[in-house]
T-cell receptor, first 115, second 111 residues
Framework: GAGVSQSPSNKVTEKGKDVELRCDPI?????LYWYRQSLGQGLEFLIY????????KSGLPSDRFSAERTGGSVSTLTIQRTQQEDSAVYLC?????????????FGQGTRLTVV | GESVGLHLPTLSVQEGDNSIINCAYS??????FIWYKQESGKGPQFIID?????DKRQGQRVTVLLNKTVKHLSLQIAATQPGDSAVYFC??????????FGSGTQLTVLP
């Protein structure tokens, strides 16, 4: 597609369940970022993928969070044993060139609600 | 600790007036700043950026000012329009992997 696509757009899950969030970046973009946005808050960095390099996972809040990027394209963010504090909008962005976040395009996000 | 924060959580302006959104940062080593606009239900969109070797940069109807002495930057929107209503975030980039965002300012344009 023309832009970054995220699915699902909304997800309601029960506490303790696992969830998977998907990001389809813009074709050809080698860099992919995940951010989390809590209600009324700024964007919290989670993880960054660049090409075939090892991802920067320094922003993941706990070991319940993991992400992978298959074939340098689609990325999946997995949250295991979800907690209520995981409720947030999860945003994915992709960019053509490493370090050029100004050229990054954001998806519309996945709104996760843990009940 | 390091932080990037905004002075005001909300700002209301009359249509046609100029808007000024402020942002303070605490990391004196910050050398690159970006303003994003986020409309309801959408992801952030890049507006304008500025590097620390500049103190002013202009775009279309927007100007960003950087004062490194007091670690403050501002976004000025000229002739504010209803379509400018959104949340505005300033962000500090220290590396490709560390874009730190402030909490955002909700701009509301009044008719």
């Amino acid at each position: 597609g023309a832009g970054v696509s995220q699915s699902p757009s909304n997800k309601v899950t029960e506490k303790g369940k696992d969830v998977e969030l998907r990001c389809d970046p813009i074709s050809g973009h080698t860099a992919l970022y995940w951010y989390r946005q809590s209600l009324g808050q700024g964007l919290e960095f989670l993880i960054y993928f660049q090409g075939n390099s090892a991802p920067d996972k320094s922003g993941l809040p706990s070991d319940r969070f993991s992400a992978e990027r298959t074939g340098g394209s689609v990325s999946t963010l997995t949250i295991q044993r979800t907690q209520q504090e995981d409720s947030a909008v999860y945003l994915c962005a992709s960019s053509l060139q490493r370090g050029r976040l100004t050229e990054a395009f954001f998806g519309q996000g996945t709104r996760l609600t843990v009940v | 600790g390091e932080s990037v924060g905004l002075h005001l959580p909300t700002l209301s302006v009359q249509e046609g007036d100029n808007s000024i959104i402020n942002c303070a940062y605490s990391n004196s080593a910050s050398d690159y700043f970006i303003w994003y606009k986020q409309e309801s239900g959408k992801g952030p969109q890049f507006i304008i950026d500025i590097r620390s070797n500049m103190d002013k940069r202009q775009g279309q109807r927007v100007t960003v000012l950087l004062n490194k002495t007091v670690k403050h930057l501002s976004l000025q929107i000229a002739a504010t329009q209803p379509g400018d209503s959104a949340v505005y975030f300033c962000a500090e980039m220290r590396s490709a992997r560390q874009l730190t965002f402030g909490s955002g300012t909700q701009l509301t344009v009044l008719p």
